[in-house]
């Protein structure tokens, strides 16, 4: 396995830096702070640095029409404008699970939003994921404690999808023109000691780059499952990643120092930023950030 090095782009100090994305429109690098509370960007080498206060926990979160946001929250998906701060109710998450809220979120290729759910009091399988067109929500899958690395494939035929508790990523077979998922084959088991599996993208080859919490590294997964390229992170908790640049030729990288005593984070004063790796020089090139394909509006 090669390994490669990340940078470190900007120095927020993040609680719990998440749902980290390239939007190419603005050539902004986007991402939330969860339990900050904030919703953050920047341009591509970490400068103009804008934050926006929230009223809740943003976990994840896809761009559409106008400018506006399909925002995962805690309790449930909004419409949301990003410069004002503005948001419209659109569901309630789990209303029966008190303990479990809304966590990782990505755009399949027809552009509804699959996001799934976590349970933050004791990490027990009674959470869900769901896909959200615009109109109908649908459950997909049931049973998960902490839903991580959704992403799709060019294609649509297939879906990622971790239960980070039992450090296992799953690939699952899926109709492309319904959305729906079929049979579901084991694609990585994460060795213990090497974190679990967190937030993920895919390249413009198929590859999965998967972000280990407690791991401090991204690694790509070639699409039969052998480990390619490691990127170590000089921090133990990383998040989530995307591609992004004018070329998609950049890992953005984001992290968190969630739970740290003071001796941990004094350790490590870098958690809780943003990370670029540079891959223009190993040829590869990550796919353009899926939009929300349903219509959004504040107007109830």
């Keep these: 396995m090669r390994t490669l090095e990340a940078r470190l782009l ?17 050539g902004r690098l986007w991402w939330t702070d969860i339990h900050g509370r904030l919703l953050l960007s920047c341009d591509a080498e970490g400068g103009d640095l804008r934050s926006l206060a929230l009223p809740e926990r943003l976990t994840a979160f896809a761009f559409g029409e106008g400018g506006l946001v399909l925002a995962a929250f805690a309790s449930g998906l909004f419409v949301l404008d990003p410069e004002s701060g503005a948001r419209r109710r659109l569901t309630t998450f789990e209303p029966g699970l008190p303990q479990t809220r809304l966590n990782d979120g990505r755009c399949d290729p027809s552009g509804a939003f699959v996001v799934g759910g976590m349970d933050e009091v004791e990490l027990q399988p009674v959470s869900s994921v769901l896909r959200f067109d615009g ?83 991204v690694e790509r997964i070639l699409p039969d499952g052998t480990p390619d390229i490691r990127v170590r992170v000089p921090v133990s908790q990383v998040t989530c990643c995307c591609f992004g640049g004018e070329n998609l030729d950049r890992l953005y990288i984001s992290t968190a ?44």
């Excluded at 294609?155 to 959305?179: C, F, K």
């Excluded at 350790?267 to 929300?292: K, M, Q, S, Y």
């Design 257 to 300: 120092r969630e739970g740290m005593t003071p001796d941990a984070y004094s350790r490590e004063p870098l958690a809780g930023g943003v990370f670029v790796c540079d891959l223009a020089g190993e040829g590869i090139r990550g796919l353009p950030e899926r939009r929300f394909g349903g219509a959004l509006s504040l107007e109830g």
């Design 10 to 26: 900007v120095g927020t100090s993040a609680f719990l830096a998440e749902g980290i994305q390239w939007n190419a429109e603005q």
């Design 135 to 217: 109109t109908h929500e649908t459950t997909l899958v049931t049973g998960i404690a902490i839903t991580n690395a959704i992403a799709f494939p060019e294609g649509g035929a297939a879906m990622y999808l971790a239960d980070s508790p039992t450090r296992t990523i799953w690939r699952y077979a899926r109709d492309p023109g319904t959305g729906a998922l079929g049979e579901r084959q084991v694609f990585v088991q994460v060795p213990e000691g090497e974190g679990v599996p967190d937030g993920a993208c895919i390249d413009a080859e198929g590859a999965l780059w998967n972000a280990r919490f407690d791991g401090g590294r």
